[in-house]
C-alpha cells in the first residue's frame, strides 16, 4: 500500500462533493432529490462509508442526472491501481 491509498479511499467523497458543486446543489438537497437518507449521504462524503453500495450510488447519480458510468469517468478512477488480494 502506497500513499495514494487514503486518496483513493476519498475519490467517491470528492466525486459526489464536486458534481453537486457543479449543480450549486447542497448535499441536503441531494438527499431528497436521491432520495437518501441524510445519514446514508453523510457517512460517504465524510469518508465513514467507503465503498458505499452500488444501489446507493446509481440513486445519487440519477438525483445529478447522470450515469453510474459518466460518475467514474474521471481521470482520478481510471488511474487508480488494480487491487489484487
Not at 46 to 60: A, D, I, Q
Amino acid at each position: 500500500m502506497g500513499g495514494d491509498d487514503v486518496e483513493e479511499e476519498n475519490l467517491i467523497a470528492k466525486r459526489l462533493l464536486q458534481l453537486c458543486a457543479e449543480r450549486n446543489m447542497t448535499v441536503g438537497k441531494l438527499c431528497t432529490t436521491a432520495g437518501a437518507t441524510a445519514s446514508t449521504v453523510h457517512d460517504i462524503v465524510s469518508g465513514t462509508t467507503k465503498n458505499p453500495r452500488v444501489f446507493t450510488l446509481k440513486k445519487l447519480c440519477d438525483a445529478l442526472g447522470i450515469t453510474l458510468s459518466e460518475f467514474f469517468d474521471t481521470a482520478e478512477f481510471n488511474d487508480m491501481e488494480q487491487e489484487i488480494d
